[in-house]
């Protein structure tokens, strides 16, 4: 960012001023925040009229708590933290602990995947801690608490958070490549029709070709991680006629390939 985009960003913040004094209504600047992202960014001072905008360092924007590191490990120590306290408030207030009520998707699930294709974790370590919370939760079943993890999920039908979210992925990437996010493709990803002409199986499947980075958070970024799963699906998921169609394909595809490993 240099100095004509802070001052164009004043100039679009000064516009929302004006836009809300127009209609009666305020700004509290108390309330309102930036962060700077990127190591060489100035930190320009924004104000809202004559009050300075505080920094922060991060964030919580649509549910999604953003660091100016864009390193999703906060946001995921406070959603862990969250979910393992609806778990324990479901084991002080159940006594009979069925399938039904422990694996009802709506009490923790939605804690753990709400916009994940935005902060899907890299490290290791994240991985885990997000896997502990389903581990917890799946321990709590009447009858199923001796078994293996991996076992109690083939129990009851259910798969690895990480393997949830990479489906989520692919979905997120079939809707951007067939329209359904009202989003150009050629603005999100990179093809290699756009690299060459020469009829490779790679240029006639029009696979999809990772940017070239050694940052770890472009490296994981959306339209960098889901290049590789892809292009590996079989032509017939990836040609899918709706996104129903695409989820049922790929849903079948993933059985196939458990039952026979």
Not at 125 to 135: C, F, P, T
């Amino acid at each position: 960012m240099d100095v004509n985009d802070s001052i164009k960003l004043q100039m679009g913040i000064n516009n929302l001023v004006k836009w809300c004094d127009d209609w009666g209504m305020a700004l509290h600047p108390e309330k309102c925040v930036v962060v700077h992202f990127g190591r060489k960014n100035p930190q320009y001072d924004y104000f809202i009229g004559s009050t300075k905008i505080k920094s922060e360092e991060g964030v919580r924007d649509l549910g999604v708590f953003i660091e100016n590191t864009c390193d999703p490990s906060a946001h995921i120590d406070k959603i862990t933290k969250r979910a393992h306290g609806v778990i324990s408030q479901i084991r002080r207030m159940t006594i009979l602990r069925d399938r039904h009520t422990v694996t009802n998707k709506s009490f923790v699930r939605p804690l753990l995947e709400t916009a994940a294709t935005a902060w899907n974790p890299w490290k290791r370590g994240d991985v885990e801690k997000l896997e502990k919370v389903q581990r917890r939760c799946l321990r709590l079943v009447d009858g199923l608490k001796k078994l293996p993890y991996e076992k109690r999920l083939e129990e009851l039908d259910l798969q690895l958070l990480e393997n949830r979210r990479e489906r989520g992925d692919l979905i997120q990437c079939f809707k951007y490549l067939n329209g359904y996010n009202d989003v150009c493709p050629d603005q999100v990803f990179t093809f290699v029709r756009d690299r060459h002409d020469k009829l490779t199986r790679s240029f006639v499947n029009n696979n999809l070709v990772a940017e070239k980075t050694s940052l770890d958070v472009r490296k994981y970024f959306f339209a960098n991680r889901v290049t590789g799963a892809w292009n590996s699906l079989p032509l017939d998921v990836r040609l899918a006629s709706s996104v129903n169609s695409f989820k049922n394909k790929y849903d079948a595809f993933i059985k196939l390939n458990v039952h026979r490993d």
